[in-house]
């Protein structure tokens, strides 16, 4: 890929494609937590808080699942190598606190990979609720935007976890769609487009950059790498770009592959809708599975308010990755790293 002008796209990953038919039954993406289970990842809370209840403190070791961390492991072969995506239901939200589902969360997370900073303020967990934000805030990005629907996109890390606190009143479906299976009918259908999103691309940073930078930087859509594939595809940040007048124009044909991208993901054949429950947990693969949701109404007033806990993963299951998708502990997202503690009794 060194002389973008002869590189040519080429078909990656079939294993990991899937269409709609494929996952239309949730069983086959649900993983239920035992009693047992439950019981183990209690004993692991416990412990953890015994030790520290400075989240940045507990890490694999420090939260011990001798019978649920094996299974978590094939759960990240999974997500790597398979279908990239699973719903985890079974934690008691009833009876556990939030600092209790947040350590069970993170803990989890800990199993998964290794935490990553999501935003310029150095969360490790962050929120993902109405923070009062407008869709039209440049600065806004999509976890502080309540209330409205979200375009399929990916996030910055290996994978992304979700975990529900809270639901609002209605809506606020989590949908997925296979971006590996798009990525090679476009390669089949549209070998020019596909060519197109391989080539650097600009997004905005949403106001996130390093003091002096620039208000945008440089990434393809596609990167293939060690005969992977990787995917950073978010549509809004890239047509964002357009309002800082040093970022480079979007040529048509990348605004043809974006539109392409966005008209057959949100078709529905590569795509799956899935409720959340409180104490239910989704984790992805940021590279095969994009991820979007539906509008959503909250009612502040009985506490009604859709509330999510995410956090951004570095996984051990890649022996590699392109630099671009390197975890970013070198940059000032990084200087100091917290928790977003948003949660009523956290």
């Known amino acids: 890929m060194n002389d973008i002008a002869r590189f040519e796209p080429t078909v990656l990953e079939t294993a990991c494609e899937w269409t709609a038919a494929d996952v239309a039954d949730p069983e086959t993406w649900t993983e239920h937590l035992s009693p047992a289970e439950i019981e183990e990842l209690e004993a692991a809370v416990a412990h953890a808080f015994s030790l520290s209840d400075d989240f940045l403190a507990i890490g694999k070791t420090e939260f011990p699942l001798p019978t649920l961390g094996p299974r978590l492991k094939a759960i990240e072969r999974e997500l790597m190598d398979g279908r990239g995506f699973v719903r985890l239901r079974g934690l008691p939200r009833d009876r556990w606190s939030n600092d209790e589902m947040n350590m069970a969360y993170w803990g989890i997370g800990a199993h998964l990979g290794r935490p990553w900073p999501q935003n310029a303020k150095g969360h490790l967990l962050g929120d993902v609720t109405d923070h009062g934000k407008a869709a039209g805030d440049p600065t806004s990005r999509g976890n502080e935007i309540g209330l409205v629907g979200l375009d399929f996109h990916c996030d910055g890390s290996d994978l992304v976890g979700l975990m529900c606190l809270r639901t609002g009143v209605s809506g606020g479906l989590s949908a997925v769609c296979n971006s590996v299976a798009l990525h090679n009918r476009l390669v089949a259908e549209r070998p020019d487009l596909a060519a197109e ?10 106001g996130e950059q390093a003091p002096g930078r620039p208000g945008w930087y440089l990434m393809p859509v596609f990167t293939r790498h060690a005969g992977r594939l990787f995917t950073r595809l978010i549509r809004p ?3 964002a770009s357009q309002r800082h007048d040093d970022a480079p124009r979007l040529t048509p044909k990348a605004i043809e592959a974006l539109t392409w991208m966005q008209d057959h993901a949100e078709g529905g054949g590569y795509s799956v809708i899935m409720d959340f429950q409180p104490g239910d947990m989704q984790f992805i693969n940021n590279y095969h599975v994009l991820h979007g949701r539906s509008a959503y109404e909250d009612d502040p007033a ?26 970013r502990m070198g940059t000032h997202w990084a200087r100091k790293l917290t928790i977003s503690r948003m949660d009523a009794d956290a």
């Open 302 to 327: 009985t506490g009604r308010v859709r509330h999510l806990k995410r956090l951004w993963l570095e996984t051990d299951a890649l022996a590699e990755r392109p630099e671009a998708f390197v975890n």
């Open 237 to 239: 940040y890239i047509l």
């Open 197 to 206: 999103l391989y080539k650097p691309q600009p997004f905005d940073y949403r």
